[in-house]
């Protein structure tokens, strides 16, 4: 191997010294995204792009088996429109951009570009429901969104990003919180199943909700560095967009009624997640099921009568299962190959020889383990399908051991502080319910309430800041 070859992971901080800067080398060393001339806006490269269509494409399938109608909506919203529910636009106005002329002149009224579309789907509501034959009504948008934020980082956090946000309206309470639910156990099943990223479900705190919902529940990742990652949101939002948007309908017996409603949740920030609940020192380590590419080819030698022939044959039948690529290049070693896909987490690498190719057998690499086993070439693709599934279950089960590790228990402040600086991840405390004591862990250990886990445990009687009775077990971590 080359000293090129050897210094090839150099370019990528520590991950265990610097974790941001670890993330943002992993970004754009491994060729997922760059940074544009838009200040807080990224162009998402194909690589990244085609892990964001895997998720698309497996999460709307999910979507559709459930009843959803795919739908758009323009971009613009008239001001008129976004006024219409008040806690929805004072919770939104500080990352708002407003369109204020068109062409050359200045509008009659201000246009938003859209930073969520609860307000532009009401509205359409209002018109597309009559009667209770109407409903439900149960669509959802692949779009982008616009959110002026302050401070940005490639996919979690940036002024554009991509999203899907489904808007459902309902004849009554029951079945609308019943779609609330049943849409983040689909998160938690999208995420669980193909990012190999295992969730803690729960309701948000009243502080911690959306603008102008009733109720916001979560699906929470937790992060290499122990940090909280808010991976997908659903929310029930009772009358509360239908009254002021004059949702109504004809019910059962002949009278009318406001609908109810709901509104739900993922994004490209789920790419995020994938970075940093897997990634290694050596870049990036996909899931198999999310990786765009599953398997790659290198031959050795390939300059040598017969190789790259042969490499191309096993290429072959391997793209007829999985998601398959071939390396040709001819002007790079290939210990830079394989330094090369093991940085953009490609799941497996086989490497293909003369020797090989004499004795029937290559040579498969897993990422997940780096791993090296020689596999007959006659039970390469029966092979290669069996250690996917492997990688796919390790990878989720490393996820969850850890989140289990850096789960702890507080019964007061000190052992809350003492928990979180010295273990940084979920802490698990009782509460009392009160905002105050809320901003008061927050103030102290920069940790924000995750969520209410639907699955309570019993850990005392009082509240870990104030000391007062509680019956609520909550959540903490400090988040991205």
Same mark, same amino acid.
């Given at each position: 191997?080359?000293?090129?070859?050897?210094?090839?992971?150099? %370019?990528?901080?520590?991950?265990?010294?610097?974790?941001?800067?670890?993330?943002?080398?992993?970004?754009?060393?491994?060729?997922?995204?760059?940074?544009?001339?838009?200040?807080?806006?990224?162009?998402?490269?194909?690589?990244?792009?085609?892990?964001?269509?895997?998720?698309?494409?497996?999460?709307?399938?999910?979507?559709?088996?459930?009843?959803?109608?795919?739908?758009?909506?323009?971009?613009?919203?008239?001001? $008129?429109?976004?006024?219409?529910?008040?806690?929805?636009?004072?919770?939104?106005?500080?990352?708002?951009?407003?369109?204020?002329?068109?062409?050359?002149?200045?509008?009659?009224?201000?246009?938003?570009?859209?930073?969520?579309?609860?307000?532009?789907?009401?509205?359409?509501?209002?018109?597309?429901?009559?009667?209770?034959?109407?409903?439900?009504?149960?669509?959802?948008?692949?779009?982008?969104?616009?959110?002026?934020?302050?401070?940005?980082?490639?996919?979690? /956090? $940036?002024?554009?990003? +991509?999203?899907?946000?489904?808007?459902? =309206?309902?004849?009554?309470?029951?079945?609308?919180?019943?779609?609330?639910?049943? @849409?983040?156990?689909?998160?938690?099943?999208?995420?669980?199943?193909?990012?190999?990223?295992?969730?803690?479900?729960?309701?948000?705190?009243?502080?911690?909700?959306?603008?102008?919902?009733?109720?916001?529940?979560?699906?929470?990742?937790?992060?290499?560095?122990?940090?909280?990652?808010?991976?997908?949101?659903?929310?029930?939002?009772?009358?509360?967009?239908?009254?002021?948007?004059?949702?109504?309908?004809?019910?059962?017996?002949?009278?009318?009624?406001?609908?109810?409603?709901?509104?739900?949740?993922?994004?490209?920030?789920?790419?995020?997640?994938?970075?940093?609940?897997?990634?290694?020192?050596?870049?990036?380590?996909?899931?198999?099921?999310?990786?765009?590419?599953?398997?790659?080819?290198?031959?050795?030698?390939?300059?040598?009568?017969?190789?790259?022939?042969?490499?191309?044959?096993?290429?072959?039948?391997?793209?007829?299962?999985?998601?398959?690529?071939? %390396?040709?290049?001819?002007?790079?070693?290939?210990?830079?190959?394989?330094?090369?896909?093991? @940085?953009?987490?490609?799941?497996? /690498?086989?490497?293909?020889?003369?020797?090989?190719?004499?004795?029937?057998?290559?040579?498969? =690499?897993? /990422?997940?383990?780096?791993?090296?086993?020689?596999?007959?070439?006659?039970? +390469?693709?029966?092979?290669?399908?069996?250690?996917?599934?492997?990688?796919?279950?390790?990878?989720?089960?490393?996820?969850?051991?850890?989140?289990?590790?850096?789960?702890?228990?507080?019964?007061?402040?000190?052992?809350?502080?003492?928990?979180?600086?010295?273990?940084?991840?979920?802490?698990?405390?009782?509460?009392?319910?009160?905002?105050?004591?809320?901003?008061?862990?927050?103030? +102290?250990?920069?940790?924000? $309430?995750?969520?209410?886990?639907?699955?309570?445990?019993?850990?005392?009687?009082?509240?870990?800041?104030?000391?007062?009775?509680?019956?609520?077990?909550? =959540?903490?971590?400090?988040?991205?």
């Amino acid at each position: 191997m080359s000293n090129k070859d050897n210094n090839f992971v150099k %370019d990528i901080t520590n991950i265990e010294e610097d974790f941001a800067q670890w993330y943002t080398d992993i970004v754009l060393k491994a060729d997922l995204a760059d940074y544009t001339d838009t200040k807080g806006c990224i162009a998402i490269k194909p690589y990244g792009y085609e892990i964001w269509e895997n998720i698309q494409k497996y999460a709307d399938a999910k979507f559709k088996k459930i009843g959803v109608k795919n739908i758009y909506l323009p971009v613009l919203i008239p001001e $008129s429109l976004l006024n219409k529910e008040k806690d929805h636009i004072e919770g939104f106005a500080p990352e708002v951009a407003w369109v204020t002329i068109g062409g050359q002149e200045e509008l009659e009224e201000k246009l938003c570009i859209r930073p969520t579309s609860e307000t532009m789907f009401s509205t359409m509501f209002s018109k597309w429901v009559n009667s209770w034959r109407d409903l439900p009504i149960i669509t959802n948008q692949w779009c982008n969104v616009l959110r002026w934020e302050k401070e940005t980082r490639p996919f979690l /956090r $940036s002024r554009e990003f +991509l999203w899907q946000e489904g808007h459902t =309206v309902h004849e009554t309470e029951k079945e609308a919180q019943e779609l609330t639910l049943k @849409m983040l156990d689909t998160y938690k099943e999208v995420i669980e199943e193909l990012l190999a990223i295992p969730v803690l479900q729960g309701r948000k705190t009243p502080k911690e909700q959306f603008s102008g919902a009733v109720a916001t529940y979560t699906v929470e990742t937790l992060m290499h560095d122990g940090r909280a990652l808010q991976a997908g949101t659903s929310h029930y939002f009772g009358q509360n967009f239908t009254k002021p948007f004059d949702i109504k309908f004809q019910n059962r017996e002949g009278k009318e009624e406001y609908a109810y409603q709901t509104s739900w949740g993922i994004s490209t920030r789920l790419i995020g997640a994938v970075i940093m609940a897997h990634g290694d020192n050596r870049g990036l380590k996909l899931p198999p099921k999310v990786a765009p590419i599953q398997v790659v080819v290198v031959p050795i030698a390939q300059h040598k009568e017969g190789v790259e022939e042969k490499a191309t044959e096993i290429y072959n039948k391997l793209n007829e299962k999985y998601r398959a690529h071939i %390396d040709l290049r001819d002007n790079c070693s290939p210990g830079y190959k394989f330094n090369d896909w093991e @940085m953009r987490g490609i799941p497996i /690498r086989i490497e293909i020889g003369p020797r090989d190719i004499e004795n029937g057998v290559a040579m498969l =690499v897993r /990422r997940d383990t780096l791993e090296k086993q020689e596999v007959k070439l006659d039970e +390469l693709e029966e092979t290669v399908g069996k250690i996917l599934d492997e990688i796919q279950t390790n990878m989720f089960n490393i996820c969850k051991e850890r989140l289990e590790k850096k789960t702890t228990t507080a019964t007061n402040l000190d052992e809350f502080v003492k928990n979180i600086n010295e273990n940084q991840g979920y802490v698990k405390t009782m509460w009392c319910g009160n905002d105050e004591c809320e901003d008061k862990i927050k103030e +102290l250990t920069g940790a924000h $309430s995750r969520c209410i886990p639907f699955n309570q445990e019993h850990l005392g009687d009082t509240c870990v800041c104030c000391g007062k009775k509680a019956e609520t077990m909550v =959540v903490w971590g400090r988040q991205y």
